[in-house]
């Protein structure tokens, strides 16, 4: 009965809870801080291909004719949920040049047989998947291109270098 008589003590904040919960919130902050500060892909991607070579530049004309772009028999057409359909391109980026490649950049279009581009990407394909490509060297590459429907017709693909940069 004695402890029923008694005056119950009042707990205060427990300070050790406080503590850690500010120590995680400037953790938190910290870590998004850092990630914001990060440059974007696309930032990435033109930094990367700053002092390639694009078609119509001086020597672009002699390292593209040393890649070889073939695509794969594993391309496959597939329905989405959507009704839309996707396709997985499969294909094969070989440089039969001397030169080692340090930055190569390749546009993929799905064309009709009136060679009218339906969908294209261009992806960054060294050092992305590879950090260089030397000499007699091969690439395997997939990507996915959505968003077509039951009528396009989808005749052919078309792979193109559209930036090119050697290390020698």
Known sequence: MEDFLRPEKKRGVNKVFLVGILVGILALG???????????????????LAESLREGSPGFDELNKDIIISTGENTVQSPTGLGTISMFINGRIRNKGTKTITALEVNVAVVTQ???????????????????????????????????????????????????????
């Open 30 to 48: 910290a870590a998004i801080g850092v990630l914001l500060m990060r440059p974007s892909m696309e930032e990435q991607t033109s930094a990367i």
């Open 114 to 168: 009136f060679n009218v581009v339906l969908k294209e990407r261009r992806i960054l394909v060294v050092p992305v998947q590879q950090t260089s490509l030397g000499p007699d060297q091969t690439i395997p590459i997939t990507l996915t291109l959505d968003g077509f429907t039951r009528e396009d017709d989808r005749a052919n693909i078309r792979w193109k270098v559209t930036a090119i940069k050697s290390a020698d």
